[in-house]
C-alpha cells in the first residue's frame, strides 16, 4: 500500500507542465473559490428560504470548519505523518512549485490528513444532499473537490491516502452537519 501511495504521488507529481505550477497554487488557495461559496450561500437561501438558508449556511460553513479543527489541531500533530515534502527518502525526488517569494512551496511539517480534501469534501457532501436538484452544482463541487485534492498531491503535500481520508473525514462531517440542518428544519 505504501509503495502504490507513492507510486501514484510520484507520477501526479511528475506532471510538472509550464504554467500547471502557478495554477495548482491558485486551486489551492481560498480566494479563486470564494465566488462559488457566496453562489452556494444564495442558493440556500433561495432554495430553503432566509431562516432555514442561513442556517444551512452556517451548519455548511461549521461542517468545514469542524473539519478543518480535526484535522489541523487533532490529527495531523498527533498521527504525525510527515508530508512529502518532509519525508527523508522523497523531498529530494519531488518537483515543488514556488511560491510568491520565490521559495519552494513545501507546507506544513506534518500531512495527515489533507484538511484541503476534507473540507471541500465536507461542504460537497453538505451541498449534495441540502441542495437536491442543482445538478451543475454538484458537478462544479465535486471536480472542484477532485481538482483541489489533486493539487495536493501535485504540490507534493500530500499523499494520495492522505488525500483519500480526507475525503472520508469531510464526507462525515458534511453528512452529520446535513443532519442536524434536516433536524432543525423540521
Known sequence: MIELDITLLKAINGLS?????????VLSGTLIWIPLFAYISWQFITTHGKKFGIYAVILASLSVGMSDLISSRIFKPTVQRHRPSHTEKLQDELHYAKDANGNDY????????????????????????ALPRHYRLKTILILGTIVTSLSRIYLGVHFPTDVLMGWFMGGMFGYVFYKLFSFIKR
Open 17 to 25: 507542465i509550464y504554467g500547471l505550477d502557478r495554477a495548482m497554487l
Open 106 to 129: 513545501r507546507g506544513g511539517e506534518y500531512g495527515f490528513y489533507s484538511s484541503h480534501a476534507s473540507n471541500f469534501a465536507a461542504l460537497t457532501f453538505f451541498v449534495l444532499l
